[in-house]
């Protein structure tokens, strides 16, 4: 009888066929992070080395930017790597060829959220989309409600376990559930919508 | 000078007490800070991980009002964010306005929607750098009315006041607040780790990689001997200080090491009270100043 090795483990392709691969995407990512150097790494692998988080990541910084500029567009923008980075800037400060790694992170990230390729629940995309929603609304950062709706998109039961954290903070008039408003209310807001419309006339 | 001073979210909330500790020390020492009328939010890394020119526009209008607020003869443009990611922000738009002029377009478009104009005139400062450089080690000197008898401190200085863009203190090995506790009589110690990641958000969002990195800092300066950690970023010491108790009961490290500001530190060598510095908002009580043990007698009393 034959047996389909489906039935006993998943079976994945580990490599990438050249015809996935999307030539234009070094570039775009170089425009975009002001990275003309990009194209001028050398795969020392300083950044990696120097990255406080690298041994997290699914591709370390150096990988990254090797796949980048060959135009693996899917691995990247799907890898772990693009969300660990916590712009600390170490890589961008010892790169010896001056490459803004930092910056070609936030363009990925950009991208992957344009894009919507990261795990629904994932927290770190979400908590940056609520606090640029939470911004556009009302000019400012409010940590408390931040906080709240963050939970309640990524892990409600984070919430309960986070819950003697917040009673402390609370205690010690550190937390608030109000929010920051700005007097002018609405500027940010008008602000905001004409900074999108400059950026897509030019695009 | 007046400063034009841009809290930003954290200094209203979780750092509350570094607000409180920042103008009581700069109150102390006669140097008027200003609040920036109507300020928004910088944007910090969130932000720019969602759209850039939409990022720096924000950033670009706080720098438009202090250019405003300086010029109806107020005093300085410059602008003091005593948070680390405020600071690069705010800085980071000030370089990318001049280096890339196709992103200056965009942006100043974005301001003349409200009636602002981009000049580039305000100087982006961080507390730190105006303490060393414009009020001066022999001012806070001066103004020590309680030495700090030996305390052991490890300063702490973060990624973001240093890098990528060091103005006031090298990228490799800043000195500054160790040079500031060193005027206030306490002892700075050896800490290679000072301007290591604290992981940011990471301690919230991916908490099996945030609380190690708080961990690796806090334990290397409790094996070098620090007394205390002080710090000049409001996510740094919430990072540092508020997770020591997950840092305890998921990593099985009992660290217990006080994480102040620097501007509390300063305060309590000024004599100045510690509501006034915010000190009853720490989770780990703060380190006692060990003035009278040490021999170090009030100065001017």
Redesign the interface.
């Known amino acids: 009888m034959p047996t389909s090795v489906r039935e006993h483990a998943e079976v994945r392709r580990k490599i990438t066929y050249q015809a996935e691969l999307d030539p234009q995407f070094g570039e775009h990512i170089a425009k975009?992070a002001?990275g003309e150097k990009l194209f001028s790494c050398i795969q020392c692998g300083t950044c990696s080395g120097t990255c406080?988080?690298s041994h997290?990541m699914d591709y370390t910084p150096r990988r990254i930017i090797a796949m980048v500029r060959e135009g693996f567009r899917d691995d990247v923008l799907n890898s772990l790597t693009i969300w660990?980075c916590?712009?600390?800037?170490?890589c961008?400060?010892e790169c010896p060829r001056e490459i803004?790694i930092?910056d070609v992170m936030?363009?990925l990230?950009?991208e992957a959220?344009k894009k919507g390729v990261y795990p629904k629940r994932f927290?770190?995309?979400v908590?940056?989309?609520e606090?640029?929603r939470g911004?556009e609304r009302t000019?400012?950062?409010?940590?408390?409600p931040l906080?709240v709706k963050?939970f309640l998109k990524t892990n409600p039961l984070g919430m309960l376990k986070n819950a003697?954290?917040a009673m402390?903070?609370w205690f010690?008039?550190?937390?608030?559930l109000f929010e920051?408003g700005?007097?002018?209310k609405g500027?940010?807001a008008?602000?905001?919508?004409?900074?999108?419309?400059?950026?897509g006339e030019?695009q | 000078m007046t400063y034009r001073y841009f809290p930003g979210c954290s200094l209203k909330s979780s750092g509350r007490a570094y607000e409180e500790s920042l103008l009581a020390v700069f109150r102390a020492l006669d140097v008027p800070l200003q609040e920036l009328e109507d300020w928004n939010c910088c944007g910090a890394t969130a932000y720019m991980s969602v759209d850039e020119v939409r990022a720096f526009t924000l950033a670009a209008r706080n720098l438009c009002l202090a250019e405003q607020s300086g010029a109806a003869g107020n005093g300085g443009t410059d602008i003091v964010a005593p948070c680390s990611a405020c600071y690069l922000v705010l800085l980071k738009t000030r370089r990318y306005m001049t280096e890339h002029p196709d992103l200056a377009q965009k942006v100043q478009a974005g301001l003349q929607s409200v009636g602002l104009q981009y000049q580039g005139k305000a100087r982006v400062r961080h507390p730190l750098d105006v303490l060393v450089n414009d009020i001066g080690l022999d001012a806070i000197k001066k103004r020590v009315t309680q030495k700090l008898g030996g305390l052991k401190v490890a300063c702490y200085y973060g990624c973001q006041i240093v890098r990528p863009f060091p103005t006031f203190d090298p990228a490799y090995n800043p000195t500054s607040m160790d040079r500031i506790a060193a005027a206030l009589g306490a002892t700075p110690v050896h800490w290679p780790l000072k301007t290591r990641c604290c992981g940011g958000t990471l301690t919230g969002t991916i908490p099996d990689v945030g609380l190690r990195l708080n961990r690796i800092l806090l334990k290397e300066a409790k094996r070098r001997g620090a007394d205390v950690m002080i710090t000049v970023c409001p996510l740094c010491q919430f990072n540092l200080e508020c997770y020591q108790n997950e840092i305890r009961r998921q990593l099985h490290e009992d660290v217990g090491l006080p994480v102040m500001y620097l501007t509390q530190l300063i305060g309590q060598a000024f004599g100045l009270s510690d509501s006034a510095l915010g000190l009853q908002r720490l989770f780990v009580p703060p380190a006692r100043v060990p003035a009278a043990q040490e021999g170090g007698k009030v100065a001017n009393a």
Do not use: D, H, W
Not at chain 1, 139 to 144: I, M, T
């Open positions: 975009m002001y406080p988080v997290y660990l916590a712009s600390c800037y170490s961008t400060a803004k930092t936030y363009a990230k950009q959220i927290p770190i995309p908590l940056a989309q606090f640029f911004v000019g400012r950062n409010s940590e408390g906080m963050f003697p954290m402390r903070l010690k008039g550190r937390l608030s920051e700005m007097k002018n500027v940010v008008r602000l905001l919508r004409a900074a999108k419309q400059a950026e030019r």
